[in-house]
């Protein structure tokens, strides 16, 4: 019977060209895979001061959380969303990555160091609902804004927020 650990690690290298190739570069000196977006996959790429309460947030759900990546040295969190080939995300800092991109993943069990998982893979495969994550996001802004006082600043970008009818994060409609 394969762990769950196991499982993880063949879900996500079935994203990749090789994938033998792929757990052998995890086993290497580097610890880390180029892997494709768009196929079983996109990343929400957000900076950390936003994706951090928002994992927090959507961490308290009932829902089983999807993979979460965090890059230190970018102080950037990756959330894993279904793919999605109209998925536009619009706001300051905020990257979408899907059908085309690539993006580097530590093994499954990596938790410590430059790059690593904040939630891991799971052996089912799940993923964040884009919805949830709009709506973390949101509420992460907020809270970062009532945190920065009267002025009511976006901690990404700077720029004014009036919290409920302004978006400078979020999923487009």
């Not at 079983?40 to 959380?65: C, H, I, K």
Request: proline residues 10%; charged residues 20%.
């Amino acid at each position: 019977m394969r762990t769950v650990t196991q499982q993880a690690m063949e879900w996500l290298a079935a994203a990749a060209i090789d994938p033998r190739a792929c757990k052998r570069q995890w086993h290497g000196d580097t610890g880390i895979a180029v892997l494709a977006c768009g196929r079983f996959w996109d990343v929400l790429s957000v900076p950390e001061e936003l994706g951090v309460p928002a994992l927090d947030t959507l961490l308290s759900l009932p829902r089983p959380p999807g993979p979460t990546l965090a890059d230190a040295a970018s102080r950037r969190v990756g959330f894993f969303l279904p793919p999605d080939p109209e998925g536009r995300w619009i706001g300051s800092g905020i990257r979408y990555l899907g059908q085309g991109a690539w993006i580097t993943v530590p093994p499954p069990h990596r938790t410590a160091g430059r790059l690593r998982w904040l939630v891991p893979p799971d052996d089912a495969g799940s993923l964040f609902v884009p919805a949830a994550v709009d709506l973390a996001l949101q509420q992460a802004l907020g809270r970062c804004a009532e945190q920065a006082g009267t002025k009511r600043r976006c901690p990404t970008c700077d720029s004014p927020v009036t919290l409920a009818s302004n978006r400078t994060a979020g999923r487009a409609r």
